[in-house]
């Protein structure tokens, strides 16, 4: 008994001790962070991918940002404010893990802006984490539908296309140029679901046929199975929605295996990342890019945007992904300019509508956000792929026609959403 | 004997007192709310692993199974079915703990590698089953659209989604409950035949203990706690995802328990401590933090097989 209360005894003595000098601890703490916080820079969370089978568009959309930090610095900042930039790895594929990042940069780095994510689900699923702490985002990468469709919402802005889009910008084309009976090769997530209900519901539109649809979980490296059963299909057109790596791997498998000649090969949605992966023999098809480096010449500010990435990748040309990044960072800079604050709701409604300056664009055709759903309405660069670079070894591309987002994107109400300002 | 009591009560007091108030010093060590949250939850999930591991001697290779069918069943529970936050934690927790008893009851004639082996297989097909119905589970894309909901006191509310350290303080009870239910079931009689099993089966069994029917009430009851885990990892995500239910997560829990100590009970929090806290400050450095995991784990295994609270141990227990 006496063991008994001497223990206890202890126990209050030394939990009264910590507890104590914890909370004299605490004491010193909390003026300590308020005061750190009125010096703090303007600062930019983003969250994408520099791992796996993404890696490549993602460190190029992180560079994209990047470039237009440096160029907001050197002038005035945003609104007098310097901006600084913190990147997290949000892995290719790892919802759970881009989700832990969000918050991360929001909660422990009190970033007023988060970017991210080139994968589409992990967009929607960070734009569920933004949208609970009320912070402005912008999603460079992740095509999905839902994300300025049926699931938009007051925060969030996307820069690249719908994955409708892709699918309106070059499905009228593939149908006439290669045939009708379409076989699908197709990323098992959220935006290879949008991206195939659009291609399936155009080429039904038009009258043709799907031979079948091969979901191939993200990551996938080994494509055999799902092109034998591809071929048995004797399809026209075998249409690879597949991206990154993936993209990669299976372009060079149906290389290996010959399909190229004896099926038309081709796709929507085509980036410079992959194709520079890709051997020569490879690279075949009608696609299209979301921006293209080779364009006629006189487009303002390009030949400077192409000379400064050149500098910082080692003479590469700038990708549609860095251009994502670029975009991204200066539309928020614009936004918060024209507001006149960094507050969400302000920047929010001074994003809707933006029409991008010409430096900014780099591109012939008018390009803006529309208000409505804050999709950005992007030129689609139409054409074929070249095996060998036609002037320059990285010009993989030809380009036949440059389309405006408004002709190829579905009308608000079409999208779905419903935009609904907080109180 | 005092002496020893003594010092026991010392280190559960500091480990409580700083429980108590990680969300007044973590800031000072750039950590944040959030985070501490995260570690106590898979510091939860660790134990549960240790639970089976450390003290019944059964290693699970599957236990993520049940952390993300319990995360899946909360989350689904929100969305769908009541906006409770305490409500959505008990469907996690019988769903992921009933689940597990039942597919137990297949595996307790199995031992060593077999056991782990099928555990692993079971896990794959909970992963599957997340990964493939799309229309319940969202796929890959993982569920979401549920998020926690106050607590109601009929008199008061408590904000658990958007006050973080009210959040943590949920936790932090959830989590006391279930670690004190843990100590109280080890030091039952019950779990002192969990230790005879752990230390000669055949000896248990000689001495008239139905081995079987042991390992599987302590392969269920770690399974219950490990939904539990699961559970509350939804509501600190507000997002569930077929990750959850990978064997390379459950190869995680038994990392943590591993590096902590696994025959100790608070060493797979430590474990759980420095894993979390390591991925999240190396991976914002590095995106090849998991190389210096895994250093860290061969470290360990060659220099201090019994992990970090195993080698502060008298040599005594050894």
């Known amino acids: 008994m006496s063991k008994k209360r001497q223990s206890l005894a202890t126990l209050d003595r030394r939990t009264f001790v910590k507890a104590g000098g914890v909370a004299a601890l605490s004491q010193v703490a909390a003026p300590f962070i308020i005061s750190a916080r009125g010096e703090t820079a303007l600062k930019i969370g983003v969250d994408e991918p520099l791992t796996g089978t993404y890696a490549a568009p993602g460190k190029n959309e992180v560079l994209g940002c990047q470039l237009a930090v440096d160029e907001l610095n050197a002038k005035n900042g945003i609104l007098g404010r310097k901006v600084e930039m913190l990147t997290e790895d949000s892995t290719s594929g790892d919802a759970g893990t881009a989700v832990q990042k969000a918050r991360k940069l929001i909660e422990r780095d009190n970033v007023n802006l988060l970017v991210g994510n080139v994968n589409s689900a992990l967009s929607q699923a960070m734009a569920q984490v933004s949208n609970e702490k009320g912070i402005m985002h912008i999603v460079p990468g992740g095509h999905t539908d839902p994300i300025t469709g049926a699931d938009c919402k007051w925060n969030v802005f996307r820069v690249c296309n719908t994955t409708r889009m892709e699918a309106n910008a070059v499905c009228g084309l593939l149908f006439k140029t290669y045939g009708k009976k379409w076989h699908f090769i197709t990323p098992d997530y959220a935006f290879g679901h949008t991206l195939y209900q659009g291609c399936e519901a155009d080429l039904k539109k038009l009258g043709g046929t799907v031979t079948g649809n091969e979901l191939t979980p993200l990551g996938t490296t080994d494509f055999s199975a799902y092109l034998i059963k591809a071929r048995a299909a004797n399809p026209?057109?075998?249409?690879?929605?597949?991206?990154?790596?993936?993209?990669?791997?299976?372009?060079?498998?149906?290389?290996?295996f010959g399909i190229d000649k004896q099926i038309h090969v081709a796709g929507t949605q085509q980036e410079l990342e992959s194709v520079e992966a890709m051997p020569p023999e490879a690279r075949v098809g009608v696609w299209m890019f979301e921006w293209y480096w080779k364009q006629a010449s006189g487009t303002p500010g390009l030949d400077a945007f192409i000379a400064t990435v050149r500098k910082h990748t080692g003479g590469k040309v700038p990708t549609a992904r860095n251009w994502f990044g670029y975009v991204t960072v200066h539309a928020y800079a614009l936004a918060c300019e024209k507001a006149k604050s960094i507050e969400g709701k302000a920047v929010a409604k001074a994003l809707g509508g933006l029409e991008l300056p010409p430096e900014v664009k780099l591109q012939p055709n008018k390009v803006y956000f529309r208000g409505g759903d804050h999709q950005l309405m992007l030129s689609a660069f139409i054409g074929e792929l070249l095996q060998k670079g036609d002037g320059d070894p990285e010009n993989l591309f030809?380009?036949?026609?440059?389309?405006?987002?408004?002709?190829?994107a579905p009308t608000v109400e079409e999208t779905g959403c419903k935009m609904q300002m907080p109180a | 004997m005092t002496a020893d009591q003594r010092k026991h009560l010392a280190v559960l007091a500091a480990i409580w007192a700083a429980l108590l108030f990680a969300p007044y010093w973590m800031p000072f060590f750039g950590g944040y709310t959030a985070l501490g949250s995260r570690v106590l939850v898979l510091g939860l999930g660790a134990m549960s692993v240790n639970f089976l591991l450390g003290f019944t001697g059964v290693l699970s290779f599957g236990h993520a199974a049940w952390f993300g069918l319990g995360a899946y069943a909360c989350g689904l529970t929100l969305k769908h079915i009541a906006l409770s936050t305490p409500l959505g934690l008990l469907a996690g927790t019988l769903v992921g703990g009933v689940a597990g008893a039942l597919l137990g009851a297949l595996l307790v004639r199995r031992r060593g590698i077999y056991f782990a082996m099928v555990t692993i297989a079971f896990g794959q097909v909970f992963y599957y089953i997340a990964f493939q119905w799309l229309s319940l589970t969202g796929g890959d894309d993982g569920l979401r659209g549920f998020a926690r909901q106050p607590l109601d006191f009929g008199l008061f509310q408590i904000d658990l989604l958007h006050n973080d350290i009210y959040f943590y303080y949920f936790v932090l009870f959830c989590f006391a409950v279930a670690v004190g239910l843990m100590a109280f079931i080890l030091g039952s009689p019950f779990g002192r035949t969990m230790i005879a099993i752990r230390e000669n089966e055949r000896r248990a069994r000689f001495l008239g203990i139905p081995v079987e029917l042991h390992i599987w009430i302590a392969f269920a009851l770690s399974c219950f706690f490990m939904a539990f885990a699961g559970s509350l990892y939804a509501l600190v995500n507000n997002f569930a995802d077929p990750r959850m239910l990978h064997y390379s997560l459950s190869g995680d829990f038994v990392i943590m328990a591993v590096m902590g100590g696994m025959r100790t009970?608070?060493?797979?929090?430590?474990?759980?401590?420095?894993?979390v806290v390591l991925q999240d400050y190396i991976s914002s450095v590095t995106v090849n933090w998991m190389s210096f995991i895994g250093l860290l784990i061969v470290l360990i295994v060659l220099f201090f097989p019994r992990g970090f609270l195993g080698m502060l141990r008298p040599r005594r227990t050894a």
């Open chain 1, 236 to 256: 026209d057109v075998l249409v690879v929605l597949v991206q990154g790596n993936d993209m990669v791997n299976c372009l060079k498998q149906i290389s290996q």
């Open chain 2, 265 to 275: 009970f608070w060493g797979p929090l430590l474990g759980a401590i420095v894993f």
């Open chain 1, 398 to 408: 030809k380009v036949n026609s440059i389309v405006s987002g408004d002709s190829i």
